[in-house]
T-cell receptor
Framework: KQEVTQIPAALSVPEGENLVLNCSFT??????LQWFRQDPGKGLTSLLL?????REQTSGRLNASLDKSSGRSTLYIAASQPGDSATYLC???????????FGTGTRLKVLA | SQTIHQWPATLVQPVGSPLSLECTVE??????LYWYRQAAGRGLQLLFYSVGIGQISSEVPQNLSASRPQDRQFILSSKKLLLSDSGFYLC????????????FGSGTRLTVV
């Protein structure tokens, strides 16, 4: 059974810092991995989708990497801004299934 | 392009009343459809998913049911709401193997009083 863990659960950093959010999963037989952002009281917004054949994806200040063999993904946020404050969730689609398994999220606060 | 609609945005219902939340997808055919619930301060809990009309898989036994009367319509229902049904309900869709990931609706905040 796939299990997805995100560390740290919460993170508070000053504006301008580069930061890394971690996601680990137990079953490496995945189709893809997706990173989401959730603002308080809002729905989930997709940030990046990495297919199993890819090593990384980039969008603006965001870069997500995938290492299937070690069961890990990282989300790198460059030059963090207060507007980046949100909860970040990773989700894994395991081969042979029809759904994503979500981590519990990292709650990020960027201080001005 | 594909869009997903979910309504209502907020709902306050008394205990014991019925519930019907609707989700529709446009711009695609035969999507996988999902209902999630997020209780206050908690993670996402998958309630139901459907890979085709009339095909419903339940993840957690509870006071809710789901139906898919049309290809791009997914309905979450309850005959009698409980206080514990309060939460943020999210609908999502994907292609068959999740090739393009999930796209979520904007959610329904349900408060049972």
């Amino acid at each position: 059974k796939q299990e997805v863990t995100q560390i740290p659960a919460a993170l508070s950093v000053p504006e301008g810092e580069n930061l890394v959010l971690n996601c680990s999963f137990t079953d490496s037989a995945i189709y893809n991995l997706q990173w989401f952002r959730q603002d308080p009281g809002k729905g989930l917004t997709s940030l990046l989708l990495i297919q199993s054949s890819q090593r990384e994806q980039t969008s603006g200040r965001l870069n997500a990497s995938l290492d299937k063999s070690s069961g890990r993904s990282t989300l790198y946020i460059a030059a963090s801004q207060p507007g980046d404050s949100a909860t970040y969730l990773c989700a894994v689609w395991t081969s042979g299934t029809y759904k994503y398994i979500f981590g519990t999220g990292t709650r990020l606060k960027v201080l001005a | 392009s594909q869009t997903i609609h979910q309504w209502p945005a907020t709902l306050v219902q008394p205990v014991g009343s019925p519930l019907s939340l609707e989700c529709t997808v446009e711009g695609t055919s035969n999507p996988n459809l999902y209902w999630y619930r997020q209780a206050a301060g908690r993670g996402l809990q998958l309630l139901f998913y459907s890979v085709g009309i009339g095909q419903i898989s339940s993840e957690v036994p509870q006071n809710l049911s789901a139906s898919r009367p049309q290809d791009r319509q997914f309905i979450l229902s309850s005959k009698k709401l409980l206080l514990s049904d309060s939460g943020f309900y999210l609908c999502a869709w994907s292609t068959g193997q999740g090739n393009y990931g999930y796209t979520f609706g904007s959610g329904t905040r349900l408060t049972v009083v």
